[in-house]
C-alpha cells in the first residue's frame, strides 16, 4: 500500500508545500496540487480529498453525473422552463413596452399603455404574441443555459484551476456570450413574428397566420432581419446576467448570509438565487434597453437598417420603456434562476460551492505573504 497513487500523491504534496516555503514552486503541477478530476477521485475513493475545486463539482451518490451529456441536456430543460415560462408570463408587460417603443406618441406610459390596448383590442388582446413568445424563448433557453453551463466547464479546462479562479468573471462573461450568439440564431424567427404581431395595427394575430406571412413575403432573410441588432441586445443582456449572478451569488454568501451555503436549507438557498437574480436583472436591462428598442422598431421599419433606425431615435428615443422593462427584466430574471435552480434540485444536478481558490494558488500566495481566505 506504500506506493499506492494516492500515498505517493499525499508525500509528494508534503514536499511540494516545503518546497514552496522556500520559494521553490516547482513541485506544484508534478504533485497535481491543481486539484485536477483524477486527483480528487483518488482522494474521495480514500477518504483523503478536502473537497471538490471551483471548478470540477463532485457529484454525490444518486446526483446526475456533472458535465456529462445527462446534465447538460437537463440544464437545458431547466432553461426552457425558466425563460418559456417567464417570458410567456409577462406578454401583457412586453406588449406595452414593445408599443412605447415603437409609437411613443400614442402610448406615452406603463398605465397609459395598458389603459389604450384594454379598450382597443380588450383583456384578450394584452396576450397577443404568447404563442411566438412561448415557442422562441423555450428554444432560446435551452442554448442559453445549457450551453453556459458547457462553455463554461470547456473555459475552465482551457484556463486550468488557478487562472480559472482568478479570471472567473471573464470566464462567465465569456461563457455566456458563447451560449448567446447560438441561443439568438433560434429565438430570432419567433421574435420577428412576436414584435409584428404586437405592434402593427391590422397585422395577423396569430402565429399560424403570422409565420407564413413573413416566409411569403420575405423569405427566410425576414425572420433574421433583426438578428444582428438582437445579438446587440441580448448578448450583453447575458454577459451582465450570468456574471452579474454569479458574482452577486458570492457576495451575499460571503457578506449577507450568516452561514455557509451547505448549512443553508434548499429553501434558504433557492432564496439567495431569487434575490441575486434580481440584482442582475436590474443591470440588464439598462445595459440591453438602447438595442432592445431598436429590434423593436427594426422589425416594423421595411428596408430600414439597425444604423437607420438608431438614427431616427436619437440617444432619448432609445431610452423610451426603460421603466416597465426594468420591472418586467428584474422580475423576469429573478424568476428565471429560481425555477432554473429548481430544476437543478429536482433533477438532482450537482449545484458546485461558491468558488474557492484551490490548493495550489494559496500555497503562492501563502508563500508571497498574502491573507488566503
Given at each position: 500500500m506504500s506506493d499506492s497513487p494516492v500515498n505517493c500523491l499525499?508525500?509528494?504534496?508534503?514536499?511540494?508545500?516545503?518546497?514552496?516555503?522556500?520559494?521553490?514552486?516547482?513541485?506544484?503541477?508534478?504533485?497535481?496540487?491543481?486539484?485536477?478530476?483524477?486527483?480528487?477521485?483518488?482522494?474521495?475513493?480514500?477518504?483523503?480529498?478536502?473537497?471538490?475545486?471551483?471548478?470540477?463539482?463532485?457529484?454525490?451518490?444518486?446526483?446526475?453525473?456533472?458535465?456529462?451529456?445527462?446534465?447538460?441536456?437537463?440544464?437545458?430543460?431547466?432553461?426552457?422552463?425558466?425563460?418559456?415560462?417567464?417570458?410567456?408570463?409577462?406578454?401583457?408587460?412586453?406588449?406595452?413596452?414593445?408599443?412605447?417603443?415603437?409609437?411613443?406618441?400614442?402610448?406615452?406610459?406603463v398605465f397609459q399603455g395598458f389603459s389604450i390596448s384594454m379598450k382597443e383590442d380588450g383583456l384578450r388582446g394584452l396576450g397577443r404574441g404568447w404563442a411566438p413568445t412561448l415557442i422562441g424563448y423555450s428554444a432560446q433557453g435551452m442554448f442559453k443555459f445549457g450551453l453556459y453551463e458547457w462553455f463554461k466547464v470547456q473555459y475552465h479546462h482551457m484556463l486550468g484551476d488557478e487562472a480559472a479562479f482568478i479570471y472567473r468573471t471573464w470566464m462567465y462573461l465569456a461563457a455566456s456570450a458563447s451560449a448567446e450568439f447560438f441561443a439568438d440564431i433560434a429565438l430570432a424567427p419567433m421574435e420577428a413574428v412576436k414584435v409584428r404581431m404586437q405592434t402593427q395595427a391590422g397585422w395577423s394575430a396569430t402565429l399560424r397566420d403570422g409565420f407564413p406571412r413573413i416566409l411569403r413575403e420575405e423569405g427566410i432573410a425576414g425572420f433574421y432581419k433583426g438578428l444582428v441588432p438582437l445579438w446587440m441586445r441580448q448578448i450583453p443582456y447575458t454577459m451582465m446576467k450570468f456574471a452579474c449572478f454569479e458574482k452577486t451569488v458570492e457576495l451575499l454568501y460571503k457578506h449577507v448570509v450568516p452561514k455557509p451555503r451547505a448549512e443553508c436549507s434548499k429553501g434558504e438557498q433557492l432564496l439567495v438565487t431569487f434575490a441575486a437574480g434580481y440584482i442582475a436583472g436590474v443591470f440588464c436591462a439598462i445595459v440591453s434597453h438602447p438595442a432592445d428598442t431598436v429590434v423593436s422598431k427594426l422589425n416594423n421599419a421595411k428596408g430600414s437598417t439597425a444604423l437607420d433606425v438608431a438614427k431616427s431615435l436619437g440617444f432619448a428615443g432609445m431610452w423610451k420603456g426603460l421603466t416597465p422593462r426594468i420591472i418586467m427584466i428584474g422580475t423576469l430574471t429573478a424568476l428565471q434562476w429560481f425555477i432554473y435552480d429548481a430544476v437543478k434540485v429536482t433533477f438532482h444536478l450537482p449545484r458546485p460551492p461558491p468558488p474557492e481558490a484551490p490548493e495550489s494558488l494559496k500555497l503562492k500566495w501563502a508563500a508571497q505573504g498574502k491573507i488566503v481566505q
Open positions: 499525499t508525500a509528494g504534496r508534503t514536499a511540494a508545500r516545503e518546497s514552496v516555503k522556500v520559494g521553490n514552486f516547482s513541485l506544484l503541477n508534478k504533485f497535481a496540487l491543481c486539484e485536477s478530476p483524477r486527483t480528487k477521485d483518488f482522494e474521495r475513493a480514500s477518504g483523503q480529498g478536502h473537497g471538490p475545486s471551483p471548478g470540477h463539482a463532485m457529484s454525490k451518490p444518486g446526483e446526475v453525473e456533472f458535465a456529462s451529456n445527462k446534465y447538460y441536456a437537463l440544464c437545458g430543460l431547466g432553461g426552457i422552463l425558466s425563460c418559456g415560462i417567464t417570458h410567456t408570463a409577462i406578454v401583457p408587460l412586453d406588449l406595452v413596452k414593445c408599443r412605447i417603443q415603437v409609437n411613443p406618441g400614442k402610448y406615452q406610459g
